[in-house]
């Protein structure tokens, strides 16, 4: 990849198409392994430091493992979507979904949240932030974002 500065960062892949290792400028090497199904399952840093992942059966993480041996777990619906991931500290943060798969709210470890208000349509039309303010939104024909009101009062408005 050869960027603006002119420097180049190369990446090497395996015959299945899988990023095997990314090589900076500096020639310093991040590599990575892969699951049977092609889910990242290591990242080796250049300095040599291990996180893992391991996965569902659909190649989800589940479980990540720092360099430090701390430990993240995510659980998930039977959508795959997460319903709580626990950090190496044992902080659970809880998403709750609609039957649609949309977010309706995430507790934080501390049971503070917040929530999103979708409408008929699955357009998102509030989202209501930790600490109670409200950010609405409001849509015209063809379901087309038309204004975004902050939790101050503050308005944008958006044409098309």
Aim: charged content about 20%; some cysteine.
């Amino acid at each position: 990849v050869l960027n603006v500065d002119g420097t180049v960062h190369r990446q090497e892949w395996d015959a299945d198409g899988n990023l095997t290792a990314v090589i900076d400028p500096a020639g310093n090497r991040t590599e990575y392994t892969h699951h049977a199904c092609g889910a990242i399952a290591s990242v080796t840093e250049p300095t040599g430091a291990v996180t893992t992942i391991d996965v569902d059966a659909a190649g989800l993480p589940v479980r990540v493992t720092d360099p430090h041996g701390g430990v993240t777990t995510i659980e998930r619906d039977h959508f795959g979507r997460p319903t709580a991931v626990t950090d190496p500290l044992g902080a659970t943060v809880r998403y709750i979904w609609s039957g649609e798969g949309k977010l309706l709210r995430r507790i934080d470890p501390d049971d503070i949240g917040e929530s999103w208000v979708w409408d008929g349509e699955l357009n998102l039309i509030a989202h209501v932030d930790r600490n109670g303010g409200i950010t609405r939104y409001t849509y015209g024909a063809f379901d087309l974002l038309t204004a975004r009101t902050e939790p101050d009062g503050a308005m944008t408005h958006y044409t098309f």
